[in-house]
């Protein structure tokens, strides 16, 4: 069984930056994919950035892109989501999942273990 869990959310001010990190546990994650979803209010819970351990493949949702960077630290058995220039429409439940498979994916239903969540809340 895997668990993960996910640290470093909390409430900032526009323009600045976050550091998520998720921990696994339960097993060696480096022959699988990783993935972060987000849940904003109101909303169905969507796809931010997906990464296998070794970093060949990753992609970031276009909402994110050029401000969130996925990264992973094979050692610590850890996934990081380095988010920057945060936007008030970036305030949601951030969710780390892990699949029982290396490819990447974006969809919700390919993820087989999910975290707990952690909030984030930007304010203008």
């Known amino acids: 069984q895997v668990q993960l869990a996910e640290s470093g959310g909390g409430s900032v001010q526009t323009g600045d930056s976050l550091r998520l990190s998720c921990a696994a546990s339960?097993?060696?994650?480096?022959?699988?994919?990783m993935g972060w979803f987000r849940q904003r209010p109101g909303k169905e819970r969507e796809f931010v950035a997906t990464s296998n351990w070794r970093g060949e493949n990753s992609y970031l949702a276009d909402s994110v892109k050029g401000r969130f960077i996925i990264g992973r630290d094979s050692a610590k058995n850890t996934m990081y989501l380095q988010m920057n220039s945060l936007k008030p429409e970036d305030t949601a439940v951030y969710y780390c999942?892990?699949?029982?498979?290396?490819?990447?994916?974006?969809?919700?239903?390919?993820?087989?273990?999910w975290g707990q969540g952690t909030q984030i809340t930007v304010s203008s």
């Open positions: 999942a892990s699949r029982s498979r290396g490819f990447v994916s974006q969809y919700e239903a390919d993820y087989d273990y």
């Open positions: 339960g097993r060696t994650v480096s022959n699988y994919a």
